[in-house]
C-alpha cells in the first residue's frame, strides 16, 4: 500500500511539475567575449632628454614611437570592440608635462588622440597621474586601421631647473567577441 501512494505521488509530481519549451534559436544570440591584457610603451625621460650640457631647455618635444603589429591582423580587425588604456606617468620634474599619444596610420595621419597631463612635483617627490581612458565604436576603427603609437611630450616649461625624471608605463586591455 505503500508503494502504491509512493507511485501516485511521484505520478502526480510528474503530471503537474513546471515544463517550458526550450528554444534552440536562442543560440544565435549568445556571443562570447575575452579581454587580454598587453603592455604598450614603456619608458623613463630624465633632464638629459629636455637640457643641454649647458642646462638650456633644448627641446620641448619628445616622440616615442611603437608598432601595432598585432592590429594588422582581420581577426581584431574585425572582432575588437572595447580597449581601456591605463597610463601611469610618475614624475619628480618640477614642471607639468603634456603626453600626447597618437595612433597614426601607414601614411602618418592621426586616426585617434589621447592627451594626457603629469602634474609636476613641488618638492622633488615623485608626483603620479593615472588615467583610464576607454575607446569604443568609432574610435575602435580608428586605432585598427593605425599600425603606430606616437607619445608626444612636452614640458610646460617655467623658471625652475629641468631637474627630474618622469616613468612612462601603459598598459591595454582589448575585448574581442568571439
Not at 580587425?77 to 599619444?101: E, G, H, K
Not at 602618418?108 to 583610464?132: F, K, M, Q
Request: proline share 2%.
Amino acid at each position: 500500500m505503500k508503494i502504491e501512494k509512493l507511485l501516485f505521488f511521484l505520478l502526480v509530481l510528474l503530471a503537474t511539475g513546471c515544463t517550458e519549451e526550450i528554444d534552440f534559436n536562442q543560440v544565435k544570440e549568445v556571443s562570447l567575449t575575452t579581454t587580454q591584457d598587453i603592455d604598450l610603451v614603456h619608458f623613463l625621460l630624465t633632464q638629459d632628454n629636455f637640457v643641454d650640457d649647458g642646462g638650456q631647455t633644448q627641446q620641448n618635444g619628445l616622440v616615442e614611437a611603437v608598432k601595432l603589429d598585432f592590429l594588422d591582423d582581420p581577426f581584431f580587425q574585425n572582432r575588437l570592440v572595447r580597449i581601456v588604456f591605463d597610463f601611469r606617468m610618475t614624475n619628480t620634474f618640477p614642471q607639468s608635462l603634456t603626453a600626447v599619444i597618437k595612433f597614426n596610420d601607414e601614411d602618418g595621419v592621426t586616426r585617434e588622440s589621447i592627451t594626457l597631463e603629469a602634474a609636476g612635483s613641488t618638492n622633488g617627490e615623485a608626483i603620479v597621474s593615472e588615467y583610464d581612458v576607454v575607446k569604443e565604436g568609432t574610435a575602435i576603427s580608428n586605432i585598427t586601421t593605425a599600425d603606430t603609437v606616437l607619445v608626444e611630450y612636452y614640458i610646460n616649461t617655467n623658471s625652475a631647473p629641468v631637474v627630474g625624471s618622469l616613468k612612462f608605463e601603459s598598459k591595454a586591455a582589448y575585448t574581442v567577441e568571439l
